[in-house]
Structures are given as structure tokens and as C-alpha cells.
């Protein structure tokens, strides 16, 4: 019987104890919702392990926040993101970090927006998805803001006049960055030769290269990610096409796809906040955390998510959030402190205006010997 | 030089689309099935040539080989497991059930191998291009298009030459006589399943080496546009095939070219329909068709 | 009263029964907050699948014609829904929003009707694959189409471009190209949902019950034999095909304007071959089947939410099997004999319920 009782005392003990360290940290209930299945996966697989590698540091250190990362599948579709973000508030998530893709971050922002929840959007990058809602931030640049600092670099280093774009014309990033940097491109001089266009289902691209050899385009800007780009440049190798090659954000990931032959990559510029092979402490401890945990190398979309874990943490903090905090009062409160904060992130030093959009500097980058080097 | 260079663009593409129409028409042809999950079985040829190559350190060709035998392999154990039971049903209960396959190897193939594209590694057949005067043809497309030809030969000459071929047609022809001249029709149907199978694979090897990205996606579009190929040509007729592939390929580059890339798909399906109203059973299928 | 009159008309009566005990289920629930955010959200979309599921069985059902575009119906009705929406209130600034929907319900199936007889005059000549295939070949094509076309607003007016878009300067744009149908207000309810269901019931039952739906079952059975009995087969074909993409674009008028934004890819080929699937698991000529099916099997992922990374898979899985189940005689006996006692219980003649023929 007596050993019962201190059974029971140790227990009970042992239980408080445990409360009392409980109690010290916050835990704050975040949902990531992206495509973890379906053909976007790739992008929603990498938002997702990048918040999860955030989490993991966050928690290990045990600083005032604990977070709880609810993991939700959108399949890049604009039905099925409702249904994910309805599932992730019964979860009782906070807030919200996604959504990965534009169009469901258009439709689920909306909603969010009518019900009062916060979204803090990696990589959802389309003028849409914070356009008259407050409630919705970048992580990443928007398309337009890219199109134009990608006509910009060119014009200013002289890299060439005339130019031809082939773009996904029906992707909502693609052509977003396109419209932006065709107008731009006109205002500085550029002379667009040829535009082509293809679609996610596209494999075949020697007609859209073809065309850009024929016009004698010394340019090919690819607003694009890297899947198709990579199709592009090994169509443009067997036509024995040297162009400069020009992409955005989304090229980063090309030297990391497996078995790609990066000689195909050489003298390809981009403009990038994040590349894995950066000499950056902070980004090089990400990609080996990352590369430790899921075995591969993380592309933008994870770092973009990555910092976006930190971003939430230090709102929060700033608009003292606590457990108990709903998600209603909780959007106000992060929309107040959003306009505050400053991060300094692995994609680079952020901060936000009340349109939602980031402000930070992207840098460019050429790839040389299957490496990047800044200039 | 354009137009050549189009041209070549577009055989080479058509014999791809070829290759996997006739996947689809034999096992048309003879099971009277539309067997959506082909298109998914050439992802997998490809993945598993991408495995030889990349981690198991094999010779292109051996890589190719075993892609192939797995694949066919692939096809008996589908047809056998899930086709097999419901060879009494419905036209539309089996395709539903190819439909259910066709995600299923979708989803096995996301979990394998992860959503993150593969580069398919440089071989000889990908690996360089020959410069005629201004033109640059790649070693893929010339090879694509050897690789057509030659299977069409031998499976025109396995069809009409050997007792297996010949059975295959007769089962095609009529069932129940075939079954009762002592032809074993499920063997025969394990057998069209295993060839068309094995194209899958050659078909998923040529399509990477031309297009050099591997994704568990990577089959579908390609599967629908050749599926469109095989009735484009008259579903179950193997010239039929191979002529409707290479319409359709050379079609795609054609309105990409010269109309406008936007339009691209768009002007394939046109044609299409343009070509079904005028000849209903497709450019070679007759009325009573000559299944395989 | 005939004995096969009374069995259709309990049958009928049990669908008109299960549909509104279920709505008034799902009403009382949201009004004691009894409901999950997850399940109120998924209400709208269910009700423009069961309203595809049904329409689409009209066309396999009872017309015995497989169509595989019929997405492409769906996205027509998404869009006018959409641009309609739009420029009611731009026009003749319309706030309304239960009249809005209504009206721009009935412009998404008007615009559906008038392409279902564009592409029915052509297509419903072929037979059986080439049919699929040719409305599979549609519903890409409508999709590559969308991808090139901006419709937007100006002044009250309505302002269309293709392939370029040159738009004037103060424009409002409805439909973006490739970025789809942008900015709409969300004014769909469950309740206008429901509504439509029991018009398409109404609409479906009514027709396969009466001479023309015989007629159109007729030419389902047996085409030659219909034809010589003096059955005009296109006639019916048409009329089936087009009711059916008439209730689709009222179906995706609805399914639209549930959400901020509308895009291309929502439409696609695997869109059609999903209600396809509700409609054969459902059982086909099975109205209520389908209304279940399309219910369940829109639910039931979410149910699965849980095993995110298994789901797809555990769906194929379950659809092979399903199939396989009710398709193979040696399953199908084994099931007969283990329902047997429940079948007895009920004592009813299955044939209503057990769906129609092959398609051929």
C-alpha cells in the first residue's frame, strides 16, 4: 500500500513538474497548407519541410514560443484549399503559414479575409493573392516586382538588346513576371524579338527555342521554374544555341535536380534571394539541417518557408500572442505587428508595408563550373 | 532549313506518341479496353532505366533491358491482378479500374521516388547532335525515329508470321472461336499486356532521353496525346497507330510553328475531331476493324 | 397503377425523401452550430457534384453515351457565372446577391446549352471510344481556349480579347487569361444548392420517365431496333446530351461563384473522369447512387485528411477493389449470398436500383 501512495506521490509530482516546464513556453498553433500530393507536390513538399525544419530549431532551443505545425494538403487546387484551411481552423490553428501555390492562395486568402484568419504566404507570389486583403503577406517578392528588376539588371549591365521570352501561359507566375517585364523591358530599350509560350503539360520545346535562335535573340529570359527551364536549356545545347539565359527565383533548384548535367546550366543568370550553395553561416546551417533530414537539397520554396516560420514567430512575440488567443484576434494583432518587425533571414533582410508585400533585395547570380557566383 | 528542322521536331515527337499508341491499340484490339494506366507504366520504364543508370551504376544498355523486363513484368501483374477478374464486365467497369491503376502507380511512383523532378542522365542516345549545314539534329530524335520503324516492322511481322502473333489477331477477331480452336486467351491477353508493356518502357526511355525530366506525372500528358494517336489512326490498327502518332506529333510542332504556341493543343484536338467526322472510325480502322 | 409505376414512383420518392431529410439535417445543424468548418465548407461543392454526378448519368445512364468532357460544361457555366456576376453589378450595379446568383446560374447553363448543341450536332454522330474521345478532345480544347481570353469591364460594358490583351485603361478585369476568373465575390449559398439539386432531379426524373425518356433509354438498349421502331436516335441522344450540359453549367455557375477565383485547371481531364467515377460506382441509370457517391466520395478525402500522404493511394486502392467487387460474377455471388437475408427483409425488385445497361 505504502508503495503505492509513492507511486502515486512520484506521479503526481513528476506530472507537476512537467506542467510547470510546460508553462514557461507558449505553444502556438501554426498551419501549413500547400500541395503535399497532386503535381505541384514538389513546391508544397518543400514549404512544408522548410516550416518544419523552423519548428524543430525553434522548439529545440525552447524559447518562448512552442509550435505545433498542423500539416495540411491543398493539391494546388482552389476547392480543395478551402476545404484544407476550413480543416486546419478545426484543427484550431492560429494562423496560418501558406498558402504555397498563387491561385489557391488567391481563394483561400479571400476567405480568410471574410473570417478574419492570418496568412503569412511563402511563395505564393502573384499580385492577387494580397491584393485588397489585409490579412495576407509575402514572404517572397510578387511577379511583377521581379519582371521589372529582371529588366532593369539587364539594361543597366548591358547584357544585351534584343531578348526573347518564353513563359508558361498558363501559370499565373509566369505570365505575371512576363507582363511586367515585357512593359519594362520596353521602357528601357530592350527589344523583345520573340515570345513564345507553353503549358504545364508541355515537354517538347523546340519550337519555342527555335523561334528565339531564328530572331537572333542574344537574350532568353525564363520567367519560369526550373522543370521546364531545364527542358529549355537541353533543347537549346542540341540546337547549338548560346544565348545568355536569364531567369527569376524559381530557376534556383536547376544545379540540385538529380542527374542533371549542370554543364548545360553554364553562364545561366538569375535573380535570387536564396541559393543553397551560399557561404552564409545561417543559410549553409538550413541546408544542412535540411539536407540531414529529408536527404536532398532545399530550393527557395523551403528557405522562402523557412524564414516564414521565424517571421510568425517574431510577430507574434511583438503582438503578444498567447495560446489562448483565437485566430480572429490573433489576425489583427499580426497585421498590426507585421508593419513593425524587421527579419533578417536566409533570403535576406525583410520588411513588410500594409499592401502585404516584402521588401527586400534580391541578388543576381551566374552559374559557373556548376556553382553560383555572385557579381 | 526551318521547315526541315520542324520536321524532324515533329517525326521525332510523332514517333514517341507512336511508340505508345501502340500500347494502346493492341490492348485494344484485343481485350477491348481502354487501358488508361499505360501512360503511368512508361513513367515507371523511365524511373527504373533513371535507377539503372543513376544509383545501380549500369551500362545504358543493360539499364534499358531490365527497365524493360520490369515493365513487362509490370503489365502481366496488372492485367492478371486487376483486369483479369473483370473480363466479363462492363467496357466501363474496366475503365474505371484502369483509371484507379493509373493513380495508384501515380501515387506508388510519388512515394518511390518523391515529387522532385530527375534530370534523366546523358546516354548515347541523348548524348550529342549532328550538324548538317545549319541544321542540328540531336542523336535522340534520329535514334526515336530508327527505334519507330524498327518496332513497327517486327511487330508486323510477329502478327502476321508466328503462331503467337496469329493468335493474338484471332482472339482479337472473335473470343469465343479463338477459345474454342483451343487458343488459351488469357495467356494471349498476358502476352499483348507484356509486349505493350515493354514499348511502354522503350517509349518512356526515348521520351526521357528527348525531354530529359522524370516526374510521377511525366506519363500522363504524353499517355492522353498518344491515346488520342491510336484513335486518330483507328483504334486496334497497328499502321494505324504508328500513322496517327506521327500525324499527331508532327501536327503539334506544325501549329506550335506556324500558328501560334498557344494554341498549340488546341489545334492537335481540332484536328482530331476535324478527322473523326470526316472518317468515324479514325484515318485506318474500317467499320468491321481488323483488330491487330 | 402498374406495379413498375408504383416501384418508380417509391424510388422517386426516396431520392425527393433522402435529399431534403438530408438538407433539413444539415440546415438545423448549421443553426445550432452543431457543424464542422470543414464540412459547412464542402456543402456548396457537394451540391454542384451531385448536380454533375446526375447530369453526367443522364448522358452514360440512360443515353449510353460516354462523354469524358464533361468539365468542359462545367467550366463554361464557372466562367459566364463568374463574368455575368461581374457585370451586373458594373452594370447595372446589382447587390442582390440571391437574384444575382439565380440569374447568373441560368446564363451558365445557357451558355453550356447553346456549346452542348455546337459540339452534340458533330460528336453524337460517333459511336462508344470515339465519342470519348471527341469530348475529351473538347474539354481540352475549351480549356486551352480560356487560357487566351480576357473579358473585363469598363463603364458598365463588357469587353472581350483573345490571345492579346488590349483592354481599356480604367478595365475591371473578370476573366484573366491564364489567371483565370479573378476577384469574384463569393455569393453562392447551400441553400440555392439544394434548390438546384431538386430542379435537376425534377428535370432528370421527369425525362427518363417520360415517352422521350424511354425513348432515349431505347436507343441505349439496342440502337438498330429503336431505329427501326421509328425512334429518331440523334434526336434523343441531343436531347439527353444537352440537358446534361445545360445542368453542368448551372452546376459550375454555382461551383464558381462559391469561390474568389475560378482557374483553368480546375476543369480538367481528371475532373471529368472524376464525376465519371462517381457515376459508375453510383450505378449507372442510379440517380440516388449517383447523388450518394458524389457525396461520399467528396467527403471522404476529407475524412482522410489524416493520412495526407496515403490518401491518394488508399483511394485507388478502394476504387480498383470497388470495381473489382461488384464487377467480377465469383465476388458478385458470394456478396448476393451474404446479403441474402437483408435482401429478403426488404423484399423489393432490384432492377430499378441495380442500374442500367453496357455502355456501348
Not at chain 1, 60 to 82: F, P
Not at chain 1, 135 to 140: K, R
Not at chain 2, 144 to 154: E, P, Q, R, S, Y
Not at chain 3, 118 to 128: A, E, H, Q, S
Amino acid at each position: 500500500m505504502k508503495k503505492l501512495i509513492a507511486l502515486a506521490l512520484a506521479l503526481v509530482l513528476a506530472l507537476t513538474v512537467c506542467s510547470a516546464f510546460a508553462e514557461e513556453a507558449i505553444t502556438l498553433k501554426i498551419a501549413h497548407i500547400g500541395p503535399l500530393t497532386g503535381p505541384a507536390a514538389l513546391y508544397g513538399i518543400a514549404t512544408s519541410r522548410g516550416a518544419q525544419i523552423a519548428v524543430d530549431e525553434i522548439n529545440a532551443a525552447g524559447g518562448k514560443y512552442r509550435i505545433e505545425l498542423i500539416d495540411e494538403d491543398d493539391e494546388h487546387n482552389v476547392e480543395k484549399v478551402i476545404n484544407a484551411y476550413n480543416a486546419a481552423l478545426d484543427a484550431g490553428a492560429q494562423m496560418i503559414i501558406g498558402t504555397t501555390t498563387s491561385k489557391p492562395c488567391e481563394a483561400a486568402g479571400a476567405q480568410g479575409y471574410t473570417d478574419r484568419v492570418f496568412f503569412l504566404t511563402p511563395s505564393a507570389s502573384s499580385t492577387a493573392v494580397i491584393e485588397d486583403k489585409d490579412n495576407v503577406f509575402q514572404v517572397c517578392f510578387t511577379d511583377p516586382n521581379q519582371g521589372a528588376a529582371s529588366a532593369q539588371y539587364i539594361a543597366e549591365n548591358k547584357l544585351g538588346t534584343k531578348v526573347a521570352v518564353i513563359y508558361n501561359n498558363a501559370d499565373v507566375y509566369s505570365t505575371g513576371i512576363r507582363d511586367t517585364f515585357v512593359e519594362k523591358g520596353a521602357e528601357l530599350g530592350l527589344e523583345i524579338v520573340s515570345e513564345e509560350t507553353f503549358t504545364d503539360e508541355t515537354t517538347d520545346f523546340t519550337v519555342q527555342v527555335g523561334k528565339a535562335q531564328e530572331a537572333g535573340a542574344e537574350i532568353v529570359f525564363l520567367p519560369m521554374y526550373y522543370t521546364p527551364a531545364s527542358l529549355i536549356l537541353k533543347t537549346a545545347a542540341d540546337k547549338n544555341y548560346k544565348p545568355i539565359f536569364f531567369g527569376v527565383d524559381g530557376m534556383d533548384g536547376i544545379l540540385s535536380v538529380e542527374g542533371f548535367d549542370t554543364s548545360l546550366a553554364e553562364g545561366v543568370m538569375l535573380l535570387t534571394p536564396f541559393v543553397a550553395t551560399s557561404e552564409d553561416p545561417k543559410v549553409a546551417n538550413f541546408v544542412k539541417l535540411y539536407q540531414d533530414k529529408f536527404g536532398e537539397t532545399p530550393i527557395q520554396f523551403a528557405a522562402d518557408s523557412y524564414d516564414g516560420i521565424y517571421i510568425l514567430v517574431a510577430a507574434a512575440e511583438k503582438a503578444g500572442i498567447t495560446a489562448e488567443t483565437t485566430p480572429e484576434e490573433a489576425c489583427e494583432l499580426l497585421i498590426a505587428a507585421m508593419k513593425e518587425i524587421k527579419v533578417d533571414g536566409i533570403t535576406g533582410s525583410m520588411t513588410w508595408d500594409e499592401s502585404g508585400a516584402v521588401t527586400k533585395t534580391p541578388m543576381a547570380a551566374t552559374i559557373e563550373n556548376g556553382v553560383y557566383v555572385f557579381k | 532549313m526551318i521547315f526541315l528542322d520542324n520536321l524532324i521536331n515533329g517525326l521525332s515527337l510523332g514517333s514517341i506518341y507512336a511508340i505508345i499508341a501502340l500500347g494502346y491499340t493492341m490492348v485494344y484490339g484485343i481485350a477491348r479496353m481502354l487501358n488508361f494506366a499505360h501512360g503511368d507504366v512508361i513513367m515507371v520504364g523511365a524511373y527504373i532505366a533513371f535507377c539503372g543508370l543513376q544509383y545501380w551504376g549500369l551500362p545504358p544498355v543493360l539499364a534499358f533491358v531490365v527497365a524493360m523486363l520490369f515493365c513487362t513484368c509490370l503489365g502481366i501483374t496488372i492485367e492478371g491482378l486487376a483486369y483479369r477478374p473483370l473480363r466479363q464486365a462492363t467496357s466501363l467497369a474496366v475503365l474505371i479500374t484502369a483509371i484507379g491503376m493509373s493513380y495508384l502507380l501515380q501515387n506508388i511512383a510519388l512515394m518511390i521516388w518523391g515529387a522532385n523532378p530527375k534530370s534523366f542522365p546523358t546516354t548515347f542516345i541523348n548524348g550529342s547532335s549532328i550538324r548538317l549545314g545549319q541544321l542540328n539534329i540531336s542523336t535522340a530524335a534520329i535514334i526515336t525515329i530508327l527505334a519507330n520503324v524498327v518496332i513497327m516492322v517486327g511487330l508486323t511481322l510477329f502478327t502476321s508470321r508466328t503462331k503467337l502473333g496469329k493468335a493474338m489477331r484471332c482472339v482479337s477477331e472473335d473470343r469465343g472461336a479463338a477459345e474454342l480452336m483451343g487458343i488459351n486467351v488469357n495467356r494471349t491477353i498476358s502476352l499483348t499486356f507484356a509486349i505493350g508493356s515493354a514499348l511502354a518502357a522503350i517509349a518512356g526511355i526515348l521520351l526521357c532521353s528527348s525531354y530529359p525530366i522524370l516526374q510521377p506525372t511525366t506519363g500522363s500528358m504524353p499517355g492522353i496525346k498518344a491515346f488520342t494517336a491510336a484513335v486518330f489512326g483507328g483504334i486496334g490498327s497497328i499502321p494505324g497507330a504508328m500513322l496517327g502518332g506521327i500525324l499527331l506529333g508532327v501536327i503539334e510542332i506544325f501549329g506550335k510553328a506556324y500558328i501560334s504556341t498557344e494554341l498549340g493543343d488546341a489545334i492537335v484536338f481540332a484536328v482530331l475531331i476535324i478527322v473523326l467526322l470526316v472518317k468515324p472510325a479514325g484515318l485506318l480502322g474500317k467499320p468491321m476493324r481488323e483488330k491487330v | 397503377m402498374t406495379k413498375a409505376k408504383r416501384k418508380r414512383l417509391i424510388y422517386n420518392l426516396v431520392t425527393f425523401g433522402l435529399v431534403i431529410g438530408a438538407f433539413i439535417i444539415l440546415e438545423n445543424m448549421i443553426a445550432a452550430k452543431a457543424i464542422s468548418r470543414s464540412l459547412k465548407g464542402q456543402l456548396v461543392p457537394i451540391c454542384a457534384w451531385i448536380i454533375m454526378a446526375v447530369s453526367l448519368n443522364l448522358v452514360i445512364g440512360f443515353s449510353g453515351e460516354l462523354s469524358l468532357g464533361h468539365a468542359g460544361f462545367m467550366s463554361i457555366g464557372a466562367y459566364t457565372g463568374a463574368v455575368v456576376s461581374g457585370w451586373l453589378v458594373a452594370a447595372f450595379d446589382m447587390q442582390d446577391p440571391i437574384l444575382r446568383l439565380v440569374l447568373t446560374i441560368l446564363a451558365g447553363g445557357i451558355l453550356a446549352g447553346i456549346f452542348g448543341v455546337l459540339i452534340g450536332i458533330p460528336v453524337l454522330r460517333l459511336r462508344g471510344d470515339y465519342l470519348a474521345i471527341v469530348t475529351l478532345a473538347f474539354g481540352e480544347i475549351i480549356r486551352n481556349l480560356v487560357n487566351v481570353l480576357y473579358i473585363g469591364t469598363a463603364d458598365g460594358n463588357l469587353h472581350f480579347a483573345f490571345l492579346n490583351k488590349e483592354m481599356p485603361a480604367n478595365v475591371t478585369m473578370l476573366v484573366d487569361g491564364a489567371k483565370g476568373a479573378v476577384k469574384i465575390k463569393p455569393i453562392s449559398t447551400f441553400e440555392v444548392g439544394f434548390v438546384l439539386i431538386l430542379i435537376t432531379l425534377l428535370v432528370v426524373l421527369n425525362l427518363v420517365n417520360s415517352r422521350a425518356g424511354r425513348a432515349i433509354q431505347a436507343t441505349r438498349d439496342n440502337r438498330i431496333a429503336a431505329e427501326s421502331m421509328g425512334v429518331s436516335v440523334t434526336k434523343y441522344k441531343m436531347m439527353a446530351f444537352v440537358t446534361a450540359a445545360v445542368l453542368a453549367g448551372m452546376a459550375g455557375a454555382l461551383y464558381g461563384l462559391n469561390s474568389s477565383t475560378v482557374v483553368p485547371t480546375q476543369f480538367t481531364f481528371n475532373q471529368s473522369i472524376n464525376v465519371l467515377v462517381f457515376v459508375v460506382l453510383g450505378g449507372l441509370g442510379n440517380v440516388l447512387g449517383s447523388i450518394i457517391s458524389a457525396t461520399f466520395l467528396t467527403v471522404l478525402p476529407e475524412v482522410l485528411r489524416e493520412f495526407a500522404d496515403y490518401r491518394m493511394l488508399v483511394y485507388a486502392v478502394v476504387l480498383i477493389l470497388v470495381m473489382i467487387f461488384t464487377n467480377n460474377p465469383t465476388t458478385r455471388a458470394i456478396a448476393d449470398r451474404l446479403f441474402a437475408p437483408v435482401k429478403k427483409l426488404f423484399h423489393k425488385d432490384r432492377r430499378e436500383t441495380a442500374g442500367g445497361g453496357d455502355v456501348k
